[in-house]
């Protein structure tokens, strides 16, 4: 759990990334995005897992900005402004390396917050299959209620007082939770509260009555049966269970890679390699695989005798393949 940003990209391998009650697995050339103070773990599935973690501090971008979309299948309902981020990410890790000048790094650290907030942000994500087409005001009141159920996780906060402190009815702001959140008010605010209390089952001794009554739940006993329903296990036996596995970084298997621009380079890196089958019936054809369009690099030249079915393997996202008949 970190009080900052932090955006996972993979460069080779598989990870797998739990955030609070669920997991996602990262292929190469993905990344996740994990928002302030979620509690989080990184597992390799296998051995050849390469990743990059970027810190970006809370002095620029701030929870009360707003939370961002972090599961990947979700990030990629528009699969061109994920892989533009991936890029801008990319890019980041490829300066750092490179010592770029500070100022040039904050320009690509300000792109990847700005691209977050204007395209992937909870608040205007869409939701139903549906756009989210919030008007400046709407999205302001949702924020504002996103902080508002934040701030008020410890106290007894009811439909009722959250409808009177936004001077709108109670069953006005319950349609519009529902609608907004895609869930009932209780339920959502319930979520909250034990991705919350998570951090201090993990992170503190407390006993687990203190946590429950500290989250706003009525009792032990109800807060057991909530947090079961997410996390498939109750808060005694969740500590029990990931306690001892609750580690920092410094007692991971884990190598430091010191030059990471040998893995930026696509033809040398398996991030975004992709396999592509052509099936083009021609009986004789000559293949140029171009790294990209501006380089105009030649990476292989390939002779097939019989293009059908035939499968070649590429890097990167702007390979591009000259076919001639030969």
Same mark, same amino acid.
């Given at each position: 759990m970190h009080d900052c940003l932090e955006i996972i990209y993979v460069f080779s *391998?598989?990870?797998?990334?739990?955030?609070?009650?669920e997991r996602f697995s990262l292929s190469p050339g993905e990344f996740i &995005? %994990?928002?302030? $103070? !979620?509690?989080? &773990?990184i597992s390799a599935v296998g051995e050849d897992a390469l990743i990059a973690t970027v810190h970006? @501090? !809370?002095t620029v971008h701030l929870a009360d900005d707003g939370f961002i979309v972090w599961w990947p299948e979700a990030l990629k309902y528009d699969s061109g402004i994920y892989w533009k981020q991936a890029g801008n990410i990319r890019a980041l890790i490829t300066q750092y390396a490179g010592n770029a000048p500070e100022r040039i790094i904050m320009i690509s650290v300000n792109n990847i917050i700005r691209t977050f907030l204007n395209e992937l942000k909870v608040e205007a994500f869409p939701r139903n299959g549906r756009p989210a087409d919030y008007s400046e005001n709407e999205l302001l009141r949702i924020h504002s209620m996103y902080i +508002?159920? $934040?701030e008020h996780l410890d106290e007894?906060?009811?439909l009722d007082k959250m409808a009177s402190d936004f001077a709108i009815s109670t069953s006005y702001l319950s349609h519009y939770i529902k609608a907004v959140l895609g869930d009932n008010y209780q339920n959502a605010l319930n979520t909250m509260r034990c991705e919350? &209390?998570?951090? !201090? %089952?993990? *992170?503190s001794r407390l006993p687990i009555y203190e946590i429950s009554d500290k989250y706003g739940f009525s009792s032990s006993r109800y807060f057991a049966a909530v947090f079961?329903? $997410?996390? *498939? +296990? @109750?808060p005694a036996e969740y500590r029990k269970k990931y306690l001892s596995r609750t580690i920092s970084h410094s007692d991971n298997e884990e190598t430091v890679v010191e030059n990471i621009l040998d893995y930026l380079d696509d033809r040398r890196s398996k991030g975004r390699r992709h396999s592509i089958t052509l099936s083009l019936n021609l009986p004789d054809v000559d293949i @140029? %695989?171009?790294s990209n369009v501006e380089s105009a690099e030649t990476i292989d030249h390939l002779h097939l005798r019989d293009s059908r079915g035939a499968v070649i393997n590429v890097d990167g996202d702007e390979t591009v393949i000259i076919i001639k008949k030969a």
């Open positions: *391998g598989q990870v797998e990334v739990k955030v609070s009650f &995005a %994990i928002n302030q $103070y !979620d509690v989080h &773990a970006i @501090s !809370d +508002y159920m $934040y007894r906060l009811t919350r &209390a998570e951090t !201090d %089952i993990l *992170g079961r329903k $997410y996390f *498939g +296990y @109750s @140029s %695989i171009i």
